[in-house]
Protein backbone atom coordinates (compact mmCIF):
# COMPACT_ATOMS: atom_id res chain seq x y z
CA UNK A 1 0.00 0.00 0.00
CA UNK A 2 1.33 3.27 -0.87
CA UNK A 3 2.38 5.47 2.30
CA UNK A 4 0.49 8.55 0.14
CA UNK A 5 -2.99 8.90 -0.91
CA UNK A 6 -4.13 9.87 -4.50
CA UNK A 7 -7.49 9.64 -6.04
CA UNK A 8 -6.66 7.13 -8.52
CA UNK A 9 -8.18 9.07 -11.28
CA UNK A 10 -9.51 12.50 -12.64
CA UNK A 11 -10.93 13.91 -15.84
CA UNK A 12 -11.20 17.31 -17.75
CA UNK A 13 -11.94 18.86 -20.65
CA UNK A 14 -9.35 20.63 -23.19
CA UNK A 15 -9.06 24.15 -21.45
CA UNK A 16 -10.47 22.98 -17.86
CA UNK A 17 -8.59 22.89 -14.85
CA UNK A 18 -8.06 19.69 -12.58
CA UNK A 19 -6.50 19.50 -9.37
CA UNK A 20 -5.23 16.36 -8.30
CA UNK A 21 -4.50 15.69 -4.21
CA UNK A 22 -2.02 13.99 -2.16
CA UNK A 23 -2.79 13.19 1.48
CA UNK A 24 -0.18 11.92 4.08
CA UNK A 25 0.65 12.46 7.78
CA UNK A 26 2.92 14.25 9.99
CA UNK A 27 5.74 12.31 9.55
CA UNK A 28 5.82 12.50 5.03
CA UNK A 29 3.87 15.58 3.79
CA UNK A 30 3.28 17.58 7.08
CA UNK A 31 6.27 18.23 7.56
CA UNK A 32 8.29 18.02 4.35
CA UNK A 33 8.58 18.71 1.30
CA UNK A 34 6.37 17.36 -1.38
CA UNK A 35 7.59 16.99 -5.21
CA UNK A 36 5.23 15.93 -8.14
CA UNK A 37 6.11 13.65 -11.47
CA UNK A 38 4.47 13.24 -14.53
CA UNK A 39 5.10 10.04 -16.34
CA UNK A 40 3.44 8.81 -19.51
CA UNK A 41 3.92 4.93 -19.96
CA UNK A 42 7.26 3.82 -21.15
CA UNK A 43 8.85 7.18 -20.47
CA UNK A 44 10.76 7.90 -17.57
CA UNK A 45 8.78 10.04 -15.26
CA UNK A 46 9.55 13.56 -15.36
CA UNK A 47 9.75 16.41 -12.38
CA UNK A 48 7.20 18.77 -12.51
CA UNK A 49 7.17 20.38 -8.95
CA UNK A 50 9.65 20.41 -6.24
CA UNK A 51 9.72 22.10 -2.54
CA UNK A 52 5.93 21.58 -2.34
CA UNK A 53 5.51 24.75 -5.33
CA UNK A 54 8.37 25.03 -7.42
CA UNK A 55 9.07 24.16 -11.07
CA UNK A 56 11.95 22.97 -12.86
CA UNK A 57 13.50 25.04 -15.19
CA UNK A 58 11.39 24.29 -18.51
CA UNK A 59 8.46 23.35 -16.86
CA UNK A 60 5.27 25.83 -17.87
CA UNK A 61 3.67 28.02 -15.21
CA UNK A 62 -0.18 25.97 -15.88
CA UNK A 63 1.67 23.39 -13.50
CA UNK A 64 1.45 24.85 -9.85
CA UNK A 65 1.84 23.14 -6.24
CA UNK A 66 0.85 23.85 -2.90
CA UNK A 67 0.88 22.32 0.67
CA UNK A 68 -1.71 22.87 3.43
CA UNK A 69 -1.00 20.72 6.58
CA UNK A 70 -0.85 17.35 5.79
CA UNK A 71 -2.16 17.35 1.81
CA UNK A 72 -0.65 18.61 -1.30
CA UNK A 73 -2.40 19.63 -4.52
CA UNK A 74 -1.27 19.45 -8.04
CA UNK A 75 -3.09 22.06 -10.07
CA UNK A 76 -2.90 22.17 -14.07
CA UNK A 77 -4.57 24.89 -15.99
CA UNK A 78 -5.31 25.08 -19.77
CA UNK A 79 -5.48 21.28 -19.93
CA UNK A 80 -4.35 19.61 -23.09
CA UNK A 81 -4.33 16.43 -24.59
CA UNK A 82 -0.67 15.92 -23.71
CA UNK A 83 -1.32 16.50 -20.76
CA UNK A 84 -2.93 13.01 -20.23
CA UNK A 85 -0.51 10.98 -17.87
CA UNK A 86 -0.27 9.38 -14.53
CA UNK A 87 0.55 11.53 -11.71
CA UNK A 88 2.69 11.07 -8.66
CA UNK A 89 3.53 12.77 -5.19
CA UNK A 90 6.54 12.02 -3.56
CA UNK A 91 8.21 13.27 -0.35
CA UNK A 92 10.55 12.01 2.50
CA UNK A 93 8.96 10.01 5.35
CA UNK A 94 10.79 11.06 8.61
CA UNK A 95 9.70 7.96 10.28
CA UNK A 96 10.03 5.22 7.87
CA UNK A 97 13.38 7.08 6.95
CA UNK A 98 12.38 6.09 3.46
CA UNK A 99 11.84 8.15 0.11
CA UNK A 100 7.68 7.67 -0.21
CA UNK A 101 5.14 7.95 -3.19
CA UNK A 102 1.25 8.09 -3.74
CA UNK A 103 0.03 5.37 -5.70
CA UNK A 104 -0.57 7.87 -8.47
CA UNK A 105 -3.71 9.71 -10.39
CA UNK A 106 -4.33 9.18 -13.82
CA UNK A 107 -5.55 11.82 -15.78
CA UNK A 108 -7.79 11.71 -19.02
CA UNK A 109 -8.41 14.74 -20.87
CA UNK A 110 -11.34 13.99 -22.31
CA UNK B 1 22.99 17.81 -19.37
CA UNK B 2 23.17 14.72 -17.77
CA UNK B 3 21.64 11.78 -18.93
CA UNK B 4 21.06 8.31 -16.84
CA UNK B 5 20.90 4.87 -18.31
CA UNK B 6 19.88 1.31 -16.90
CA UNK B 7 21.53 -1.60 -17.48
CA UNK B 8 21.43 -5.37 -16.71
CA UNK B 9 19.28 -8.76 -17.48
CA UNK B 10 15.94 -8.39 -18.25
CA UNK B 11 14.90 -12.12 -16.66
CA UNK B 12 15.80 -13.40 -13.35
CA UNK B 13 14.60 -16.38 -11.76
CA UNK B 14 13.26 -17.15 -8.76
CA UNK B 15 15.46 -16.97 -5.57
CA UNK B 16 18.49 -15.92 -7.53
CA UNK B 17 19.94 -11.74 -7.46
CA UNK B 18 18.78 -9.30 -9.52
CA UNK B 19 21.41 -6.71 -10.73
CA UNK B 20 21.13 -3.24 -12.15
CA UNK B 21 24.06 -0.46 -13.39
CA UNK B 22 22.96 2.89 -13.73
CA UNK B 23 25.37 4.78 -16.51
CA UNK B 24 25.48 8.64 -15.81
CA UNK B 25 26.67 10.83 -18.47
CA UNK B 26 27.18 14.27 -19.11
CA UNK B 27 28.29 15.09 -15.87
CA UNK B 28 29.91 14.13 -12.35
CA UNK B 29 28.25 11.76 -9.35
CA UNK B 30 30.39 14.51 -7.08
CA UNK B 31 28.20 15.79 -4.66
CA UNK B 32 24.76 14.22 -5.50
CA UNK B 33 22.51 11.29 -4.12
CA UNK B 34 21.58 8.34 -6.53
CA UNK B 35 18.77 6.38 -6.43
CA UNK B 36 16.56 3.32 -7.74
CA UNK B 37 13.06 3.59 -8.21
CA UNK B 38 10.82 0.70 -9.51
CA UNK B 39 7.55 0.29 -10.76
CA UNK B 40 5.47 -3.35 -10.48
CA UNK B 41 2.84 -3.83 -13.86
CA UNK B 42 -0.42 -1.79 -13.15
CA UNK B 43 1.38 -0.43 -9.59
CA UNK B 44 2.54 3.02 -8.78
CA UNK B 45 6.39 4.08 -7.93
CA UNK B 46 8.41 2.16 -5.06
CA UNK B 47 11.11 3.53 -4.08
CA UNK B 48 14.20 1.35 -3.09
CA UNK B 49 17.23 3.35 -1.85
CA UNK B 50 19.56 5.84 -2.29
CA UNK B 51 23.72 6.26 -2.46
CA UNK B 52 25.67 9.29 -1.40
CA UNK B 53 28.77 9.35 -3.95
CA UNK B 54 30.86 9.04 -0.91
CA UNK B 55 28.88 5.66 -0.51
CA UNK B 56 26.45 6.05 2.30
CA UNK B 57 23.54 4.76 1.70
CA UNK B 58 19.62 4.42 2.77
CA UNK B 59 17.11 1.42 1.53
CA UNK B 60 13.69 1.16 1.81
CA UNK B 61 12.79 -1.15 4.86
CA UNK B 62 10.00 -2.56 3.32
CA UNK B 63 12.49 -4.61 1.14
CA UNK B 64 13.77 -6.49 4.27
CA UNK B 65 17.18 -6.42 4.08
CA UNK B 66 17.08 -7.53 0.59
CA UNK B 67 19.14 -4.41 -1.28
CA UNK B 68 22.17 -3.39 -1.99
CA UNK B 69 23.21 -0.30 -3.25
CA UNK B 70 26.73 0.45 -4.66
CA UNK B 71 28.76 3.07 -6.43
CA UNK B 72 31.73 3.70 -8.60
CA UNK B 73 32.44 7.26 -9.16
CA UNK B 74 35.68 6.19 -11.35
CA UNK B 75 33.32 4.93 -13.92
CA UNK B 76 30.42 7.04 -13.08
CA UNK B 77 28.00 3.81 -12.50
CA UNK B 78 26.02 2.91 -9.50
CA UNK B 79 24.61 0.08 -9.08
CA UNK B 80 21.46 -2.21 -7.85
CA UNK B 81 21.53 -5.23 -6.73
CA UNK B 82 18.23 -7.49 -5.16
CA UNK B 83 18.69 -10.83 -3.50
CA UNK B 84 15.91 -13.72 -3.73
CA UNK B 85 14.15 -11.72 -6.02
CA UNK B 86 10.38 -13.41 -6.20
CA UNK B 87 7.52 -13.13 -9.14
CA UNK B 88 6.53 -9.56 -6.80
CA UNK B 89 10.01 -8.28 -7.71
CA UNK B 90 9.17 -8.23 -11.50
CA UNK B 91 8.84 -4.00 -12.14
CA UNK B 92 10.35 -1.60 -14.50
CA UNK B 93 13.40 -0.20 -12.65
CA UNK B 94 14.19 3.25 -13.15
CA UNK B 95 17.72 5.01 -11.46
CA UNK B 96 17.76 8.59 -10.62
CA UNK B 97 19.60 11.61 -9.64
CA UNK B 98 18.45 12.91 -6.23
CA UNK B 99 17.84 15.91 -4.19
CA UNK B 100 18.36 15.56 -0.74
CA UNK B 101 18.71 18.15 2.19
CA UNK B 102 17.69 18.84 5.40
CA UNK B 103 17.59 20.97 8.50
CA UNK B 104 16.69 21.78 12.07
CA UNK B 105 13.67 24.14 11.91
CA UNK B 106 13.26 26.53 15.09
CA UNK B 107 11.44 23.39 17.59
CA UNK B 108 14.61 21.54 16.66
CA UNK B 109 12.08 19.14 14.11
CA UNK B 110 14.12 17.70 10.70
CA UNK B 111 12.89 18.97 7.88
CA UNK B 112 13.42 17.20 4.45
CA UNK B 113 14.00 18.28 0.75
CA UNK B 114 14.00 15.44 -0.86
CA UNK B 115 12.93 14.63 -4.72
CA UNK B 116 14.30 13.10 -7.88
CA UNK B 117 15.48 15.60 -10.47
CA UNK B 118 17.10 13.30 -13.57
CA UNK B 119 15.85 10.24 -14.35
CA UNK B 120 16.83 7.06 -16.64
CA UNK B 121 14.09 5.42 -18.77
CA UNK B 122 14.30 2.34 -17.11
CA UNK B 123 14.46 -1.15 -18.12
CA UNK B 124 12.21 -4.17 -17.81
CA UNK B 125 13.42 -7.15 -15.01
CA UNK B 126 10.70 -9.97 -15.10
CA UNK B 127 11.03 -12.86 -12.45
CA UNK B 128 10.44 -15.80 -13.97
CA UNK B 129 11.92 -19.70 -14.10
Redesign the interface.
Known amino acids: Q?VLTQSPSVSAAPGQKVTISCSGTSSNVG???V?W?Q?LPG?????LI??NYRR?SGIPDRFSGSKSGTSATLAITGLQTGDEADY?C???D?S?????????TKLTVL | QVQLQESGPGLVKPAETLSLTCTVSGGLMFGYYW?W?RQPPG?????IG?IYYNGST?????LGGRVTISVDTSRNQFSLRLSSVTAGDTAVY?CARD??QFYSDSSG??????????????TTVSVSS
Open positions: PNNYSYHTAPKLYDPYGTWTLKAGVFGGG | SIKGLEWYNYNPAYNFYMRFFYYMHVWGKG
